[in-house]
């Protein structure tokens, strides 16, 4: 059964066509700093956005019209197979990405819910057999049931513990099934509310000792992806203990994890945590966990996880920018964790937002690359910074300067003499770039 009948493979036409559905600057196969576009972008279908996602929202029920939205149970599951397929044939996406509740129900009890599972697991596999998409990531949807209010990996209830482990476990076994190159821990309700009833240190350690669960149990199967724990500032609980990237690297590097994890970060998260995506990036990409990238932008007149599809052409730049800069992401990719407004909800409209963030992506890759061709960003820093190449500064820099020797050159140095940092300037040039 088709549920895009009414759409066509999307083919790349150009900037000048007119054709909405159509990419504009997305070529798979142009070569852009040395690589394919498909290879530099890896693009990746959020499964939850794009197929169980309704449109609901605090105040409204669903609005989306969907083909298989008269299914329910395994039968919903398994039409919705069906569509993702479709849906990846017709974009030319390679990749997809789900939690484990995204694909099949939960049952009466987790023997059950493990049997839809394998289910589902197993038309995926055959799916991806004949078409040859693949597994970007999995990840398990422990905040969702009302199990884990008081957290998975976090809770205070010891029973809530061992279920989170259980499915954790479960989620590495179909992982391994289905061939996923990336592994993600996404802490959903793994934060607190208030420190008046929260022990905070057994939490960490309890998280930690889950961790490294996964790793012994991953070794154990032969399950060789990548692990990668996606930072959240807020959004369920009031404070998230995987805030940003910097609490992320200190929790990894204290608990004895940094080896064995990098990082999968989310634009939209980086803005409620108060930093831009590219500051995320860098960050990542200085402590070599630069992993893989979720794909969409918040809306900064509201105060909360937006995930519209990602748009701004200045943001897409810069976010490409730190990945050539990082040497690409690897076995990582581009998902898009980002749902069409609620408004939006015709069928076609899942594929007019790809459209618009694949476009938008490509246009930031082919401008970032030609930024860092020219070192049109590096001889503004080159410049700024030159003062630590020479002189006092290249003790500094060599680990030869002394508070001794620091107190001897001020004492003898003249008036000491500023230089502008151009940021106006520097700003000015990314837009002629972005001009074309």
Sequence with gaps: MAYFENVNKIQFEGKDSRNPLAYKHYNAEEVVAGRTMDEHLRFAMAYWHTLTGGGSDPFGADTAIRGYSKFNGMDLAKARVEAAFEFLEKTGISYYCFHDRDIAPEGANLKETNA?????????????????????????????????????????????????????????????????????????????????????????????????????YSKEIGFDAQFLIEPKPKEPTKHQYDFDTATCVAFLQTYGLKDHFKLNLEANHATLAGHTFEHELRVA?????????????????????????????????????????????????????????????????????????????????????????????????????????????????????????????????????????RQELIKSVVNQYLFG
């Design 116 to 216: 839809n599972l394998d289910v589902i697991v197993a038309m995926l596999k055959n799916y991806m057999k004949t078409s040859g998409k693949k597994l970007l990531w999995n990840t398990a949807n422990m905040f969702t049931n009302p199990r884990f209010v008081h957290g998975a990996g976090t809770t205070s209830n010891a029973e809530v513990y061992a279920y989170a482990g259980a499915q954790l476990k479960k989620g590495l076994e179909v992982g391994k099934e289905l061939g996923a190159e990336n592994y993600v821990f996404w802490g959903g309700r793994e934060g607190y509310e208030t420190l008046l009833n929260t022990d905070m240190k057994l939490e960490l350690d309890n998280l930690a000792r889950l961790y490294h669960m996964a790793i012994d």
């Design 285 to 421: 990409s200085m402590h070599g966990m630069l992993g893989s990238l979720d794909a969409n932008q918040g809306d900064l007149l509201l105060g909360w996880d937006t995930d519209e599809f990602p748009t701004d052409l200045y943001a897409t730049t810069m976010t490409m920018y730190e990945v050539l800069k990082n040497g690409g992401i690897g076995r990582g990719g581009i998902n898009f964790d980002a749902k069409i407004r609620r408004a939006s909800f015709e069928p076609v409209d899942l594929f007019y937002a790809h459209i618009a963030g694949m476009d938008a992506y490509a246009k930031g890759l082919k401008v970032a690359a030609k930024l860092i061709e020219d070192r049109a960003l590096d001889t503004f820093i080159d410049e700024r910074y030159s003062s630590f190449k020479e002189g006092i500064g290249a003790d500094i820099v060599a680990g030869k300067a002394t508070l001794h020797t620091l107190e001897k050159h001020a004492l003898n140095q003249g008036e000491i003499r500023n230089v502008s940092g």
